[in-house]
């Protein structure tokens, strides 16, 4: 299953799918970018995170794909459980900007029914 | 340990009420942040402490009033509230050891309710 950035925030897949999250990100001078999860009533916990200079990144589980061209990144979920429902929010820094102040994308719902 | 507490995890208080939030972060982190966070929207930076001093307000009401008495503690101050300050509240941490390419660490969140 695939979302679409801010059009499609929200994504079903069933259990043991490939998700694929996508987010559209704003300033071609950002450097840094964190995807978090957040889980209901909880606060964002991060998953992985790619500095500009890579486009590739893998974890247990997840990958990251940086495209600078066309502004876009996205987060491949490998075999998708049923605890990794949540909201998924990427996040770019703003290279020189001060105190690492983040923006943040508007968050994809990823439902996964068993 | 990349563990940061949130105090109280619920709080309601009328209109008229003081109260505070509380954070705590043993990381030996040095930019502790503010975030506000409505449901299903994403977080929304209210303040940044760095090195203990307040380096960006967001422009925050003055209802709303920060506090960085150490390196490890961050309080948010609470008074005289509106019903549509009901939100998450959450607490985030970062090394800040002079590069930008550093993470942030979020806390549980505090959900505020005002009635």
């Known amino acids: 299953g695939e979302s679409v950035g801010l059009h499609l925030p929200t994504l079903s897949v069933q259990e043991g799918d490939n998700s694929i999250i996508n987010c559209a990100y704003s300033?071609?001078?950002?450097?840094?970018f964190i995807w978090y999860k957040q889980e209901s009533g909880k606060g964002p916990q991060f998953i992985i995170d790619?500095?500009?200079?890579?486009d590739k990144r893998q974890g247990q589980r997840v990958t990251v794909l940086l495209n600078k061209t066309v502004k876009h990144l996205s987060l491949q979920i490998a075999a998708t459980q049923p605890g990794d429902s949540a909201v998924y929010f990427c996040a770019e820094n703003l290279s020189g900007t001060s105190y690492g102040k983040l923006t943040f994308g508007q968050g994809t719902i990823l439902t996964v029914h068993p | 340990d990349t563990e940061v507490t949130q105090t109280p995890k619920h709080l309601v208080m009328g209109m008229t009420n003081k109260k505070s939030l509380k954070c705590e972060q043993h990381m030996g982190h040095r930019a502790m942040y503010w975030y506000k966070q409505k449901a299903k929207k994403p977080p929304e930076l209210m303040f940044v402490y760095s090195y203990e001093k307040l380096s960006i307000n967001e422009s925050v009401p003055s209802r709303f009033s920060p506090e960085c008495p150490n390196s490890s503690l961050l309080n948010l101050h609470l008074h005289a509230l509106q019903p549509e300050d009901s939100a998450l509240y959450l607490c985030a941490t970062r090394r800040n050891s002079g590069g930008t390419q550093e993470t942030q660490y979020f806390g549980p969140g505090t959900r505020l309710l005002v009635l």
């Open positions: 790619i500095r500009s200079n890579m």
């Open positions: 300033n071609s001078a950002s450097d840094y």
